[in-house]
């Protein structure tokens, strides 16, 4: 049965259209269950009927035949309780009723079953036979199991009538939040790239004309990626800066240049050529059993594709024409498509897929403009040309929008600038509350290039320096050496001020391409102080480069990540103290730093008394914690929905964090993205929150907040938070609270 159903899956899903991929799997259903007849109705959620989608082995049934909900029957009372009917004999049952012909008659045993997805019944399944006897369980298994990925089908095709109805009148989509803010622009397709598995084979007799020709193509392509990333430089993060270095090497590469050049010698035309020498490098590195390896044979793909459209068309991104305002709207976008668009021109980015955590939402995050994920599958070809309008605040768009609804965004598109304005001002404003209280405000960072813009945006200091994305870039453990120049440079330039530097944190979505973990829970398995504390010596080589590096301006702070006993965190201190006393013994400059231990996990937050008595501060990991608290992977796209740190769980859980850090008598720093959320932030100030850490970008809003509310504010609203039982109703309330302060219409509901 298991086959069956991965065969019906998998033949309906590659059909050509989905009035086949219903047939399909209608028939396949009816033979493998050895039925008289199999039928699939589908809802029509707008006049209430139930119509035949496919149907096999009646011959009355036909495909577009109606049954109307005014006339209650089996399959009304299966759509309405969303439950399974199994019934010896159809025909005894009260409710039963033949509209659909004679043919229907010769059948007795009948099964249904719903076709649900989000709640919503979407359609309705069923079988029939001509004997009189109940169906067998395995049989109501096998109906009950395909219905799942079958109500998906329809789902995506109600969901592509969606963007036909869309593009003829319908013009509002729903999507997550990615990037904050609200655009208007024109959408912008990533340019298409030529398919390197449809390049012909051809031969040559001008071999020397073809090898120009690739030259030429090679040299436009690198061209190209070094002026993207020239533009992109202070703006992406280490790992995409390196990707752009490792492309242009390969380009350049001289056994490249060689292999291509034999292949042009023996006969072929440049692009098969081309494409011969590219695959073959894909192919070798997909081989490997390296995760990290294999992601990168994609990479040398798109590179391929990049220099292949160039050979066919001698077109680069740069030629053609683009809008003023370009939305990037895409399945999914990588860094090489935003950088084919000059920064001053791209207004917002839009994605089929992904989620807040996605790799471009963080860097649409990071430039300031406005993104909104995860619409779902839906055609997009058509839509090239036409005017959308972004709102990242309520993960939104519409797509030729009424003059109203254009008018009322460009009103808070202006509201927008002017606050911008106002935050601009607030730089060199303590974060200071109405009655006087003051906010140690912190800004984090993760790169040397973070440095220019966390020291002007109007923080306290660094209050978490990410080191992972150092040891990422490398090809192996970062030296001593090379660690200390990194972290002098980042405490000197914020001194006296404090800056917070994590021990590193890898495992889990942040893997070392030259030390590879294959885990099948990567975040439940072998990350941060787990990985450091089982090597020793890399992690007392890195304490050493910070004590070192904290010698004279000694405003370093050292945290650890990802504590989940309390003797882990007595050995990490234990090696800390060791580093120190190596330094001291050689007669390195060296100085003691304050320590903190970050909670991420709910042993950790639980134990918080008792790990906060061991340190001089606690660092709660509000994107972890949300992660392992509420058990949903902060990096999965499929259940971004339910990762929400407003969830009521989680603020219980923070609450007793703070109550445990409070007792020991240290001050608890939030941190993660949830403290560079305004609301938030508020709420955990009001649950006594001692500092709080926000990203650059959305520090001066964090800031805005705080000036606008006295502590008791806070403290009320957050006593009421408590107190509620949904993340919806948490919401409410801070966005009410905002909204009475006259943030209203920047916030949206998102917050
Ligand atoms: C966190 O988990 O909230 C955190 C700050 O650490 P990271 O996002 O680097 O895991
Ligand atoms: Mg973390």
Same mark, same amino acid.
């Given at each position: 049965m298991i086959e069956a159903l991965r065969r019906i899956v998998q033949e309906a899903t590659a059909a050509t259209d989905f009035p086949s991929a219903l047939t399909i799997a209608a028939t396949q259903i009816r033979d493998t269950l050895e039925v008289t007849a199999c039928t699939i109705y589908l809802v029509d959620q707008k006049r209430r009927e139930l119509v035949c989608g496919a149907g096999i082995? +009646?011959? +009355? $049934?036909?495909?577009g035949q109606v049954r109307r909900?005014?006339?209650?029957?089996l399959l009304e009372w299966i759509a309405e309780r969303q439950d399974v009917l199994n019934l !010896?004999? @159809?025909?005894? #049952? %009260?409710?039963?009723?033949? *509209?659909?012909?004679?043919? /229907? /008659?010769?059948?007795h045993a009948f099964l249904g079953v719903p076709l649900v997805q989000d709640h919503q019944t979407l359609g309705i399944l069923v079988v029939r036979d001509t004997r009189i006897c109940e169906f067998q369980t395995m049989e109501v298994d096998f109906l009950v199991s395909i219905a799942v990925p079958l109500a998906h089908l329809i789902h995506q095709a109600t969901l592509d009538g969606v963007i036909h109805a869309l593009l003829s009148g319908v013009r509002s989509l729903s999507g997550l939040p990615g990037a904050q803010g609200v655009a208007i622009g024109t959408i912008t397709l990533p340019y298409r790239l030529a398919d390197l598995d449809r390049v012909p084979n051809r031969s040559t007799s001008d071999p020397a004309a073809e090898e120009v020709a690739l030259n030429t193509a090679i040299s436009a392509v690198d061209e190209e990626l070094r002026s993207a990333n020239e533009q992109l430089l202070s703006l992406l993060p280490p790992s995409e800066q390196a990707m752009f270095s490792a492309h242009r090497l390969l380009l350049n590469s001289d056994s490249l240049r060689a292999d291509i050049n034999t292949r042009i010698h023996n006969g072929l035309w440049a692009p098969a050529a081309w494409r011969d020498a590219i695959l073959a490098r894909a192919q070798a590195l997909q081989q490997t059993n390296n995760p990290y390896l294999n992601a990168r044979a994609e990479d040398i793909r798109d590179l391929g594709r990049r220099v292949l459209r160039h050979l066919y *068309?001698? @077109? *680069?991104?740069?030629s053609r024409a683009l809008p003023e305002h370009c939305v990037l709207l895409a399945e999914e976008i990588s860094v090489a498509d935003f950088a084919t668009i000059p920064p001053d021109q791209l207004a917002a980015i839009v994605c089929l897929r992904g989620s807040a955590l996605s790799h471009i939402a963080i860097l649409a995050r990071a430039i300031g403009i406005p993104a909104v994920m995860n619409?779902? &599958?839906? %055609?997009?070809?058509?839509? !090239?040309g036409h005017e959308i309008i972004v709102d990242g605040y309520q993960g939104r768009v519409f797509i030729d929008p009424d003059p109203a609804v254009r008018a009322e965004y460009q009103r808070l598109i202006a509201a927008e600038t002017e606050l911008a304005a106002g935050l601009d001002k607030l730089?060199?404003? %303590? @974060? /200071?509350? +109405?009655?006087g209280y003051r906010v140690p405000l912190y800004v984090k960072a993760?790169?040397?290039? &973070?440095i220019p813009s966390a020291s002007n945006c109007? !923080?306290?200091? $660094?209050?978490l320096y990410r080191t992972e994305f150092a040891f990422m870039i490398r090809e192996s453990f970062p030296s001593e050496e090379e660690q200390y120049a990194i972290y002098q440079q980042v405490l000197k330039a914020f001194a006296p001020k404090p800056v917070t530097i994590r021990t590193l944190d890898i495992g889990g979505d942040k893997p070392l391409p030259y030390y590879p973990i294959d885990e099948n829970n990567p975040f439940l398995g072998w990350r941060g102080l787990r990985f450091t504390l089982d090597h020793p010596k890399i992690f007392l080589v890195q304490l050493r480069a910070m004590l070192r590096a904290n @010698?004279?301006?000694?405003?370093l702070r050292v945290l650890f990540p990802m504590i989940t006993t309390v003797e882990e965190l007595d050995e990490a201190l234990r090696l800390l103290t060791q580093a120190y006393r190596e330094l001291e013994a050689e007669g390195t400059p060296a100085a003691r730093p304050q320590v903190g231990a970050m909670i991420e996990v709910p042993s950790a937050a639980w134990q918080a008394a008792q790990l906060a008595r061991r340190v001089d501060f606690l660092s709660v990991g509000t994107n972890d914690l949300t992660q392992y608290v509420l058990a949903?992977?902060?990096?999965?796209a499929q259940v971004a929905r339910l990762?929400? #740190?407003?969830h009521p769980a989680l603020l219980k859980t923070i609450a007793h964090i703070l109550a445990g850090g409070h007792q020991a008598g240290r001050p608890v720093q939030l941190s993660g993205e949830m403290a560079s959320d305004p609301g938030a932030a508020l709420l955990l100030l009001g649950m006594g929150a001692d500092s709080l850490n926000a990203s650059p970008a959305s520090l001066p809003r964090v800031k805005w907040v705080i000036r606008r509310f006295a502590r008791a504010q806070a403290c009320a609203l957050a006593e009421e938070a408590l107190t509620l039982e949904t993340t919806d109703q948490i919401r409410r309330l801070l966005n009410g609270a905002l909204q009475q302060a006259g943030l209203g219409e920047i916030v949206h509901e998102s917050i």
């Open positions: 082995g +009646l011959t +009355l $049934v036909a495909r909900t005014d006339q209650p029957s !010896a004999d @159809a025909q005894q #049952h %009260p409710r039963y009723q033949n *509209t659909l012909g004679t043919d /229907e /008659e010769i059948c *068309t001698g @077109a *680069t991104d740069s619409l779902g &599958d839906r %055609p997009i070809n058509g839509l !090239a730089r060199d404003l %303590p @974060a /200071e509350m +109405l009655d993760g790169l040397l290039s &973070d109007g !923080a306290d200091g $660094v209050g @010698a004279d301006s000694k405003n949903v992977d902060r990096d999965n990762y929400d #740190h407003l």
